[in-house]
Nanobody, 119 residues
Framework: QVQVVESGGGLVRPGGSLRLSCTASGTTFADMGWYRQAPGKVREFIKLITPTGAEYTGAPFTTEPVRSRFAISRDKGLNRVYLFMNNLQPEDTAVYYC??????????WGQGTQVTVSS
């Protein structure tokens, strides 16, 4: 059974940092990445990372503040990725979703983790 599980969300003050984690299991995965969805908005792509560690930032479809403040990494040889978020602002408040693409290019989503940035 394929599972994608995120963790690490929570409440943080403006200017703070968080690290989100995501573990996928149940098959072999290729690209993994992160989206977010703020209330009333469409789901927004953040970054993806390949099994070899190459990143795709989504430019120009992602905003520069997201590309520069958010970093993605992947445990080598494992289906585990991280999203490091720095200098968080209230507009970063959203549900953050991890996904993992299997080798048949089917996309599997996690349940999401809430990140709230508030003083």
């Amino acid at each position: 059974q394929v599972q994608v599980v995120e963790s690490g969300g929570g409440l943080v003050r403006p200017g703070g940092s968080l690290r989100l984690s995501c573990t996928a299991s149940g098959t072999t995965f290729a690209d993994m990445g992160w989206y977010r969805q703020a209330p009333g908005k469409v789901r927004e792509f953040i970054k993806l990372i390949t099994p070899t560690g190459a990143e795709y930032t989504g430019a120009p479809f992602t905003t520069e503040p997201v590309r520069s403040r958010f970093a993605i990494s992947r445990d080598k040889g494992l289906n585990r990725v991280y999203l490091f978020m720095n200098n968080l602002q209230p507009e970063d408040t959203a549900v953050y979703y991890c996904y993992a693409d299997d080798n048949l290019k089917s996309r599997h989503w996690g349940q999401g983790t809430q990140v709230t940035v508030s003083s």
